[in-house]
């Protein structure tokens, strides 16, 4: 069966450190995979998508990358702020078209 | 521009009874989904239209779900004969790109 599997539940930072999040997946070969914000009380927000032939991608603070060997992506927040605590969700196309997230990762920013 | 809404915010309903959720996608937009996150879990997809095609079900848990899109807009999801289990938080999104889809606020619903 295909799955999602984003390995920690919950992860606790200092300010200033790079958050590093991780969204390992099984039976899917998916074209790109993107990654999501979702503050409490709120619907998930866009942040980033990568292709399956791109290894890496940036934008501003965040940095994604995508290796299909290992059916792996990490996403990291790098100089990490308070305003960055929230829940983030990988997401991926599932064979009938439909987008399947993870559970997501609860990320806490300590100032 | 104006987002994705949905209405209510908030359902508390009896066991048993019907309810319907309802979701204005961004104007323009050709594909609108409906997810369920229950607390402090993912997203489960329930369902999916694009555009005048015929809508994915295939993450409806039951026959008591249900949802229609009239006039490729506005998309209600109909809940009949409502469990407890249904609690959870409905979100809808919608997307012109499949890849970035646009959430809104969700309605969450209690079943009593």
């Known amino acids: 069966s295909q799955k999602i599997e984003q390995n920690s539940e919950a992860l606790n930072i200092q300010e200033g450190k790079t958050a590093t999040l991780t969204c390992n997946y099984t039976?899917?070969?998916?074209?790109?995979l993107q990654w999501y914000r979702q503050d409490p009380g709120r619907g998930p927000v866009f942040l980033l998508l990568?292709?399956?032939?791109?290894k890496e991608k940036r934008k501003e603070r965040l940095k994604v990358t995508f290796d299909t060997t290992l059916k792996q992506s990490l996403f990291h927040i790098t100089a990490s702020q308070p305003a960055d605590s929230a829940t983030y969700l990988c997401a991926l196309l599932g064979d009938n078209n439909d987008m399947r997230f993870g559970a997501g990762t609860r990320l806490t920013v300590k100032p | 521009g104006a987002g994705v809404s949905q209405s209510p915010s908030n359902k508390v309903t009896e066991k048993g009874k019907d309810v319907e959720l309802r979701c204005d996608p961004i104007?323009?937009?050709?594909?609108l989904y409906w997810y369920r996150q229950s607390l402090g879990q993912g997203l489960e997809f329930l369902i999916y239209?694009?555009?005048?095609?015929?809508?994915?079900k295939s993450g409806l848990p039951s026959d008591r779900f249900s949802a229609e899109r009239t006039g490729g807009s506005v998309s209600t999801l109909t809940i009949q004969r409502t469990q407890q289990e249904d609690s959870a938080v409905y979100l809808c999104a919608s997307s012109l790109v499949r890849w970035e889809q646009y959430f809104g606020p969700g309605t969450r619903l209690t079943v009593t």
């Open positions: 990568i292709r399956e032939n791109e």
């Open positions: 239209f694009q555009g005048n095609s015929a809508p994915d």
């Open positions: 039976n899917y070969s998916p074209a790109y």
């Open positions: 104007s323009g937009h050709t594909a």
